[in-house]
């Protein structure tokens, strides 16, 4: 949708206190500068009301009534804004605070005080990670889909001394390990040391490493 001032997208905000706030929306200059109606604003602000990103803009242009493909990106304050899967050139690192937010709203934002900041558009698509996403990974959603990203275990052979786990990955150049429990319904996954990786072969990627001496082991893909 077009010409929309200071409207959300996506929030995340709290019931029990009306400041911490994680939004991505218009332009809250969009009134005085029609120009700037069509860009992503950024705005990010704590449980005490320190405000970390005080509406920092993107260059890139989202809401001129056409289907464009947004993401945040936030690695512990780099954050990354991206649009289509191109990054904005913008800066937005910031100096993260205490920020617990216990609403995601779609559309606007739902807080103790109500909701507000209605958008009045289409939204579709819309899904959040417990990790930054690579560049391909963005890239990869914005034009195939929410599921490119999930990572699959594709085959495992077995030798007298080795593991050998082929993997499909969205980003197989992208930093990854192997873990490792003996108890499938456990939490205490361990990294796997010594793991050889082979090289990129499209998305697929293959690790190796020793065979354990003894008991069963499960076997899992990370990225970051």
């Known amino acids: 949708f077009t ?11 709290a019931n029990t206190n009306n400041n911490p706030l994680v ?18 604003d950024i705005y990010i602000r704590n449980n005490g009301g320190g405000v970390s990103i005080n509406h920092l803009h993107s260059g890139l242009t989202a809401y001129n009534d056409a289907w464009h493909h947004i993401a945040w ?18 800066s937005f690192t ?9 609403i995601t709203s779609v559309g606007g934002i739902i807080r103790s005080n109500g909701i507000g900041s209605v958008y009045s558009g289409l939204i579709d698509d819309v899904a959040v990670w417990g990790r930054a996403l690579t560049p391909a990974e963005v890239l ?44 499938a319904s456990g939490s ?15 998305n697929q990627i293959t690790a190796s490493f020793a065979r354990p001496t003894e008991g069963q082991r499960f076997y899992r893909v990370v990225t970051y």
């Open 140 to 183: 990869a959603v914005g034009e195939q889909g929410l599921g490119i990203v999930r990572l699959k275990v594709t085959d495992i052979q077995v030798t007298a001394d080795r593991v050998h786990l082929a993997c499909a990955m969205t980003d197989p150049a992208g930093g990854r390990r192997i873990e490792e429990i003996s108890d």
């Open 94 to 102: 910031y100096l993260r605070g205490l920020l617990t937010p216990n």
């Open 73 to 90: 990106v936030d690695d512990k304050g780099f954050g990354r804004l991206y649009v289509d899967g191109v990054q904005d050139t913008n």
């Open 23 to 40: 939004n991505i929306g218009t332009d809250n200059l969009a009134a005085t500068n029609v120009n700037r109606a069509a860009v992503v």
């Open 3 to 13: 010409g929309q001032v200071d409207k959300r997208v996506f929030s995340e905000s």
């Open 188 to 202: 205490n996954w361990t990294p796997v040391p010594d793991v050889i990786w082979s090289l990129p072969a499209g």
